[in-house]
């Protein structure tokens, strides 16, 4: 063995020896980031802006509106502002006269979901007939399509463009500018 | 508990104090060279009478109850006491070692007095409770912690003869405070005993958790519950009050006998100290002079061996497989279960620093006197102030 | 050069301490293992060249060498053991009692526990076992586990294969069980290898030097116990992915049907009844005990279910084709499984009306009734036909009545506390009267009514809560665990044990090493050497302890 021959090998084995520790290590720390990340975004995994609204189809119980059942994916084209709602939420009692003002308006562009979320249809009619609401609500009798997009507080509404992509989601009850102003960033 | 299975236990007790007193015989001829002589084999034979007394107690209350008698602080406990024994009785077959017996024995009595401070009658099995699994857990756990409670009678021994006691030192002060725990312990049991024969009750009524309880005292009560209404007449009126933060079952009560433990335990300590005017280590040392370091070091970490496969058998997967079972999660973070997990990380740890970094003898003494801290941790402090899914009794 | 040659002919990787073929110490090694400074030879890991302790270039090579080393290793664990003792000084978040009167832990703590809970909960101590510096900490243990089996099993295995039946003298000598025969006979030599033999012993021989070994395997149970740790961690890991752990709860009340949560619509479960049990208060087994507790023990929680899976493709919230599973019991301890997904029970409610029968009585006169309905609490009628033509309408219901801001009102959908405002149509009239009635509340707004309502009867339901779980982790947790446990043994029950027998210039040596259980190989050999002339080996640090001991007796 030349002292040159030596050296290159020894030289290489240094080489095979720091790429092996250095793929062990990397795959060390990559578990343990994965781990990390995972953790963090635990109870995270919802809907947001610009996800893809998952369908649905739900039977529409106001009888002040001719459809008998709402599919979201029969309303592309349109704009749909999607609302979760009880009866028994005051503040979703707050802004159902907005979306009703402003529901003829937009009527031939947007189309107004409100999913309720109550047991009894009997309070629902009561409700509906005490706002005179006309546009569609459908009964998510068994929280179907709440677990589906995984809402939390009521009321919750999604504001989906005529693609089937969410747009915006809010938490909690919203006035009647910025209803318009999400309308017109809806409208097809 | 019904008469006979009362007398069993009792006798049971009885036998293993009687061969107590015939090891204790063991170190008073000094002059003798052998390794063991007739006392201390007088002593054995009782003692495996004792266990057998045990085994029919267990059996008989096993058949009364309807399920087998671990169920419970008192029975969890009174198991492990008996475990202690079984673990010695197999020790001492391997190595012939009397004085591994006067330390050990009693280990398991004052484990059984502990027991007698819990309710003592069958309970029903609430339905968590009800699996096989409960079986094979608690008792693996049991003999597991009964074969490392040897570990620490070896380390304890190992540790009172090694250290020079010629100056003081870290060591020797260490290895007093664990005399005086030793003390503390005896206090215990002895108030236990005593206000027992005098057959003492005060009880009281508190709030806890938003819930009226009510608890009985059977010692003198120190230390009263929190804002507690005395429930009997012309009973003592509490120096103090129990800080709401023990938050276990009972625990005003438990914390109270804590306080008299300490009393008596400290007394008796002094009153040691006075009459053999030395450290309570030094006056043992002189005793302890025929015994082969080795010997011990090597059944402390036999005992290390053997108690930790199967303390990881019993008190984590077996555990895990349960509460998998029944919880829905095979682990949760419940204090019980985080005290056997740092149990077994210390015994890891024990048996890494030996095995790869030399840490025998004296070092390996300490680390199994600590490790036997830990389980006793669990089972008193867990119980008395960390209330969890475990705190049943 | 990064070989070194021994006398013995061998080449040794650098950072070899003892020779692997012949045993000879390596001279500028011997620190390494603190050979220098002892009588006896550190037999640890063979002499081996353990990497970690010999190259020291990169920072890959620093960051490898500190988890190579078994005492930083111990420091982790320690650490690890603390931390998790701080997290049980308070309950965990998850723990904080349900009936506290504030669940909120920014609150709980404080007001529990004072001013140390208000630490306590700044530090983020309780969701300690979930922060990210405990599963680094984890983590690191992990990492720490697998470099320094990886650095020690490689080096170990290759010692214990290419070992040699011949050895140096300066190994042998320095063995701590070591005689020396000079003049011994050839015969007794075959009879202790014979005997030897016989004890299961395998014997290598080489030009007349033996070498006799057992259970060798017993040391690689350290290696298998961490891969079984190993494998632990990692399905501790998968479990945080979705497609291999879910984790949900479901509350089903008896007789309603839902889906299941967390099984993207595919399955539904109805609850047929619940039950609820206990210990018969006069059983003589339990008496006394439940004397002292004063109250009933329960007996069973259980809930009787039928599983359905959907038919076909549905979207959510479509009426689906369902197709019966299964049908059992579910209870504490026996959860029910089917297609991977585990149901457990774990709560119950009975805080809900089911049905409320009414009684339409005359006003003045408690005694005269006009007949009874019942209203289905679930989903109520509008109205209600009595058949001697009394009509009732309900104008408002409140499943879960409460009076808020002077507005009646309910606070959730579910009907905990049903009250009504009804219409009450006499026969053949238009005018109605109007009663508000709820439990043990019975309001005539106008004072004029000439009929009341009165609730004669009702039903509840109970609510059972069900755990919904799938987790494929399982398998690999008990396939770890199970590795463990065969590891642990495989080092622990078994020993090691070598005997070198050779012969340097007409003297037999006999040394003996074991890594643990030092009396059963010395019962070995003395059963070996039974009857024959050689030298019984000599514990040399037993001799040493010996001295310290009696010098330190002198003192």
């Not at chain 2, 002189?286 to 402390?300: A, G, S």
Request: charged share 25%.
């Amino acid at each position: 063995m030349s002292l040159e021959e030596a050296r290159r090998k020894k030289h290489d084995k240094m080489k095979r020896r720091f790429f092996y520790r250095s793929v062990v290590l990397a795959i060390l720390v990559g578990a343990l980031l994965f781990a990390l990340i995972s953790n963090f975004n635990r109870d995270k995994e919802v809907y947001r802006a610009g996800d893809e609204a998952p369908d649905f189809e739900l039977v529409q119980i106001n009888e002040n509106n001719e459809l008998e059942t709402v599919r979201l994916s029969d309303l592309r084209g349109k704009g749909v502002m999607l609302n979760f709602w009880a009866t028994y939420c005051p503040p979703c009692e707050k802004e159902m006269p907005y979306m009703e003002s402003l529901y003829p308006k937009y009527k031939d562009d947007i189309e107004i979901v409100a999913v309720n979320l109550d047991q009894s249809e009997l309070v629902i009619h009561k409700f509906i007939n005490k706002h005179d609401l006309t546009f569609p609500v459908v009964h998510d009798k068994n929280n179907d399509v709440m677990d589906l997009y995984k809402v939390k507080p009521l009321p919750s509404t999604f504001f989906i463009d005529p693609e089937g992509i969410i747009v915006e989601k809010v938490e909690g009850a919203l006035t009647l500018e910025k209803l318009e102003e999400y309308f017109q960033m809806i409208q097809p | 508990m019904s008469g006979s299975i009362a007398a069993f236990y009792v006798i049971g007790i009885v036998l293993y104090l009687i061969a107590t007193l015939f090891f204790g015989n063991t170190i008073r001829d000094k002059k003798s060279k052998e390794k063991q002589n007739k006392s201390g084999k007088i002593g054995f034979i009782i003692t495996v009478l004792g266990f057998i007394s045990h085994i029919v107690y267990f059996i008989l209350r096993w058949i009364a109850g309807g399920h087998a008698p671990v169920s419970n602080m008192f029975e969890f406990v009174t198991f492990l006491g008996i475990s202690v024994v079984l673990a010695f009785i197999i020790l001492y077959l391997i190595y012939r070692i009397d004085i591994l017996g006067l330390f050990a024995v009693p280990t398991a009595l004052v484990l059984l007095a502990y027991a007698s401070m819990f309710p003592t009658e069958i309970t029903p099995l609430v339905p968590s409770l009800q699996s096989h699994w409960l079986y094979l857990h608690v008792i693996t756990v049991s003999i597991a912690q009964g074969i490392l409670a040897i570990s620490f009678v070896t380390g304890i021994i190992y540790l009172l003869k090694a250290v020079d006691q010629s100056r003081r030192s870290k060591r020797t002060f260490w290895l007093e405070l664990v005399m005086y725990a030793i003390f503390l312990v005896i206090g215990f049991v002895f108030s236990t005993v005593l206000f027992k024969a005098l057959d003492y009750s005060a009880s009281f009524a508190y709030i806890e958790n938003n819930q009226s309880v009510e608890v009985e005292y059977h010692m003198p009560p120190i230390a009263g519950p929190k804002e507690g209404v005395a429930l009997q007449e012309n009973q003592m009126e509490p120096l103090i009050e129990t800080p709401g933060w023990m938050q276990g079952k009972d625990a005003p009560r438990k914390f109270n006998t804590v306080i008299w433990s300490v009393i008596f335990g400290t007394i008796f300590y002094l009153i040691a100290r006075l009459i053999m005017r030395k450290r309570v280590s030094a006056w043992i040392q002189p005793f302890l002079k025929h015994i082969k370091l080795d010997m011990l070091d090597e059944i402390t970490y036999r005992s290390v061996a053997i108690g930790f496969p199967l303390f990881t058998l019993g008190g984590l997967i077996f555990a895990a497989i349960w509460a998998q079972i029944a919880w829905d999660r095979f682990w949760g973070w419940d204090p019980k279960e985080v005290w056997a997990l740092i149990t077994w990380f210390f015994y890891a740890a024990f048996l890494h620093l030996r095995l790869s970094r030399g840490w025998h003898g004296e070092k390996s003494a300490w680390l199994a006197v600590i490790g036997f801290g830990i389980i006793m941790f669990n089972i008193i402090v867990v119980n008395l102030v960390l209330a969890g899914l475990h705190s049943y009794a | 050069m990064n070989k070194l040659k021994c006398e013995c002919g061998h080449f040794n990787p650098e950072g070899t301490i003892l020779c692997e073929s012949c045993g000879k110490p390596i001279e500028e090694n011997q620190h390494l293992d603190g050979n220098d400074k002892s009588k006896l030879l550190n037999m640890r890991y063979e002499g081996s060249a353990r990497r970690s302790l010999t190259y020291n270039r990169t920072i890959v090579d620093k960051i490898w060498n500190f988890f190579s080393s078994v005492r930083n290793g111990v420091i982790l664990i320690v650490i690890a053991l603390i931390a998790s003792g701080i997290g049980t000084i308070f309950p965990q978040a998850m723990y904080i009692p349900a009936n506290a009167p504030n669940r909120d832990p920014s609150v709980y703590y404080e007001e529990t526990y004072g001013i140390l809970g208000k630490i306590y909960y700044q530090l983020g101590f309780h969701e300690l076992y979930s922060s990210w510096w405990y599963m680094i900490l984890i983590a690191l243990i992990g990492v720490s586990l697998v470099i320094c089996s990886l650095d020690r099993f490689i080096p170990l295995y290759r010692a214990l294969k290419i070992q040699k039946p011949k050895r140096h003298y300066s190994f042998l000598s320095r063995q701590r069980l070591f005689s020396e025969t000079p003049d011994f006979s050839p015969e007794d030599k075959k009879k202790v290898v014979e005997n030897l033999k016989n004890m299961r012993y395998k014997i290598f021989e080489q030009d007349g030097q033996v070498l006799a070994e057992k259970n060798r395997f017993s040391r690689w149970g350290p290696y298998v116990n961490h891969i079984g740790l190993i494998i632990i961690l990692i399905a501790a890991l998968l479990r945080m992915t979705p497609f291999m752990f879910i984790d949900d709860y479901v509350w089903v009340r008896e007789g309603e049907r839902k889906v299941i949560p967390s099984t993207d619509g595919q399955y539904y479960i109805e609850n047929k009844k619940f039950h609820l049990e206990y210990y018969d208060e006069d059983d003589e087994r339990y008496k006394e005990a439940m004397e002292r507790m004063g109250q009933l023990v329960v007996k069973n929680y259980q809930t009787d279910v039928v599983i359905y899976k959907v038919k076909g493709e549905t979207i959510p919230g479509q009426e689906p084709e369902l197709e019966k599973v299964t049908e059992d019991a579910i209870r504490m301890n026996e959860p029910l499984k089917f297609d991977g997904y585990r149901l457990y029970q774990s709560g119950y409610q009975e805080n809900e009306f089911s049905t409320m029968t009414f009684g339409i009585f005359a006003a003045n006169d408690e005694e005269k009734s006009f007949g009874e309905f019942t209203v289905d609490l679930m989903s109520p009628e509008e109205t209600y036909e009595l058949e001697n033509g009394f009509k009732v309408e309900i104008s408002q219901y409140f499943p879960d009545y409460i009076l808020q801001d002077g507005e009646p009102t309910t606070q959730s959908k579910f009907p905990k506390n049903p009250a009504f405002v009804f219409r009450v149509y006499p026969p053949d009239s238009d005018e109605p009267e109007v009663s508000f009635i709820g439990i043990g509340r019975n309001i005539d707004p106008t004072g004029e009514n000439k009929y009341r309502l009165g609730i004669t009867d009702f039903s509840t339901h109970y609510a059972s809560g069900l755990t919904v779980r799938k987790d494929l982790t399982l398998p690999i947790f008990v396939v770890g665990a199970a590795i463990f446990m065969i590891g642990v043994i495989q080092g622990m029950y078994w020993q090691h044990r070598r005997v070198w027998i050779n012969e340097k210039e007409g003297t037999l040596l006999l040394a003996a090493h074991t890594n643990k259980n030092w009396f059963g190989i010395k019962r070995d050999i003395e059963k070996a050497l039974e009857g024959t002339e050689i030298n019984m080996v000599v514990d040399q640090e037993e001799e040493d302890l010996e001295k310290v001991e009696q010098t330190a007796t002198q003192e």
